[in-house]
């Protein structure tokens, strides 16, 4: 699951807009959009600042981020297919 959606829907249930985003200081608006639009991943800061803001863990958003790439980098590329084992 792209982080972006876990956090769309957290953000949007907590505030009012992308303005009272901004206003609270959780994210510029430069950030927000790449959030939003998916071309941005989420920091160890902008995960401090997500947990703050939302009462959890920095863990819980940079988890969803480890998540998110290593499932692309597993379906979306295979360049690590072609590496051998190492003999125990």
Do not use: C
């Not at 979306?76 to 051998?84: F, I, Y």
């Amino acid at each position: 699951m792209y982080p972006k959606i876990v956090s769309n829907a957290i953000i949007w249930r907590y505030t009012k807009s992308k303005r009272h985003i901004i206003d609270l200081k959780l994210l510029d608006r430069k950030t927000l959009s790449k959030i939003i639009n998916e071309r941005g991943s989420i920091t160890p800061d902008m995960a401090a600042r997500l947990s703050k803001a939302f009462n959890t863990t920095p863990e819980l958003w940079l988890n969803l981020q480890q998540n998110h790439d290593l499932w692309h980098t597993l379906h979306d590329t295979s360049a690590w297919k072609s590496v051998h084992a190492l003999a125990a």
